[in-house]
Each structure stands twice: as structure tokens, then as C-alpha cells.
T-cell receptor, first 112, second 111 residues
Framework: EAAVTQSPRNKVTVTGGNVTLSCRQTNSHNYMYWYRQDTGHGLRLIHYSYGAGNLQIGDVPDGYKATRTTQEDFFLLLELASPSQTSLYFC???????????FGKGTRLTVV | QQKVQQSPESLIVPEGGMASLNCTSSDRNVDYFWWYRQHSGKSPKMLMSIFSNGEKEEGRFTVHLNKASLHTSLHIRDSQPSDSALYLCAASNNYAQGLTFGLGTRVSVFP
């Protein structure tokens, strides 16, 4: 079973605060993704990456930066957190040999 | 408007019954469809994928795809309480660029 590990699992920050969400996959997958999941909006793609050093913009990128430092590690940065960014964030990965996307357990972020 | 529309929003099914879920993409560029299942408090996990016209069966789950109408359906036969979950349809024309998900259908199976 493919492994995608997110940290922290829960985070509370204040408006204007700086937050980094971490994701590591040990599947040797090329592709990594950050999604947010909200009631009424579903799962939405924030940023994704084809490999180390590569970054692509997803459907809802405003207010987020991302960085892929290695094949394994993908980070999501919120430099000026706002209450609208309160959400459940999922990191995911997929490989070139099949199309299944494997999700981490999620990080619940609350911005107060 | 959601590019991937799912119906119904929710479904109540008796144990042993059949659940039928629908999904349509409004993006004509889409070529591939997936069904994911998300149990409460858990992450989504792929159930099935379908890329060609027709039908695909895996155990109690059957998916259909009509590429001309960009419509896929998922059917769960002999539903079990453990099938109670949020079912998400996803579509893409290039899975490496990420998937577009619908809002989901919440299925509740009662004993």
C-alpha cells in the first residue's frame, strides 16, 4: 500500500500567521498534489508537482505557495493565513505506472 | 458551477439493496474517470477507474461509462453497512495534472 504522510495532523493558527504543511511520500512517485476539502466545494486542487524543483498551479492557488524539495517531500506554505483558509488539506501522490492517486490522512487547519 | 456533477446528493439504501450513483462532466476535454470512496474522518481511496466506453465490474461494484455524453455511473449491489461513505467521482484529461472531483454522493446503508 502506497504511503503518504502528512504533518501536522491538526493545526490552529491566527489570522496573518505563517503556516507550513508537510507531506512525504515513500512510493517513488513523480507526481504530488495538494488539495483542500470543504463542504459545498468538495476537493479542490491547490498546487501540484511533477518532480523535485517543479511546481504547477492548480485550480485554487491564491494565498498558497508550494515547494517540492525532493522526490519525496512537498510543502504547502500559507504566509498570511486567513479564516477562509480554514479547511481539511490533503496531500496526494501518483506514479507513472498507473493512474491511482494515493491520499495522505489529511491536516485539519483552523485559522482564528 | 462544478465541472463534475454528481447525483443524487445522498442515498439511503437497505442492507442487501442496490445503490446507483451518477456523474457527468461538463468539460469536453475529459478522457478518464475514477470513483473514490471516503469513509467518515478518513481520506479518499480509489474504488475503480474507467477509461473506455462500456462496463467494468469488480466484485459488488460495477461502473459504466458513456464517453459521448461524458457520463459515468457506479452501481453497488448487495450493499453492506460498511459501504456507508461519501462517493466521489473524479475526471481528468491528464491524470498527472490532478483530478477534478465532484461534490460526492453520501450513501447510507441501513441494516
Amino acid at each position: 500500500e502506497a504511503a503518504v504522510t502528512q504533518s501536522p495532523r491538526n493545526k490552529v493558527t491566527v489570522t496573518g500567521g505563517n503556516v507550513t504543511l508537510s507531506c512525504r511520500q515513500t512510493n517513488s512517485h513523480n507526481y504530488m498534489y495538494w488539495y483542500r476539502q470543504d463542504t459545498g466545494h468538495g476537493l479542490r486542487l491547490i498546487h501540484y508537482s511533477y518532480g523535485a524543483g517543479n511546481l504547477q498551479i492548480g485550480d485554487v492557488p491564491d494565498g498558497y505557495k508550494a515547494t517540492r524539495t525532493t522526490q519525496e517531500d512537498f510543502f504547502l506554505l500559507l504566509e498570511l493565513a486567513s479564516p477562509s483558509q480554514t479547511s481539511l488539506y490533503f496531500c496526494a501522490s501518483s506514479g507513472t505506472s498507473n493512474t491511482e492517486v494515493f491520499f495522505g490522512k489529511g491536516t485539519r487547519l483552523t485559522v482564528v | 458551477q462544478q465541472k463534475v456533477q454528481q447525483s443524487p446528493e445522498s442515498l439511503i439504501v437497505p442492507e442487501g439493496g442496490m445503490a446507483s450513483l451518477n456523474c457527468t462532466s461538463s468539460d469536453r476535454n475529459v478522457d478518464y474517470f475514477w470513483w473514490y470512496r471516503q469513509h467518515s474522518g478518513k481520506s479518499p481511496k480509489m474504488l475503480m477507474s474507467i477509461f473506455s466506453n462500456g462496463e467494468k465490474e469488480e466484485g459488488r461494484f460495477t461502473v459504466h461509462l458513456n464517453k459521448a455524453s461524458l457520463h459515468t455511473s457506479l452501481h453497488i449491489r448487495d450493499s453492506q453497512p460498511s459501504d456507508s461513505a461519501l462517493y466521489l467521482c473524479a475526471a481528468s484529461n491528464n491524470y498527472a495534472q490532478g483530478l477534478t472531483f465532484g461534490l460526492g454522493t453520501r450513501v447510507s446503508v441501513f441494516p
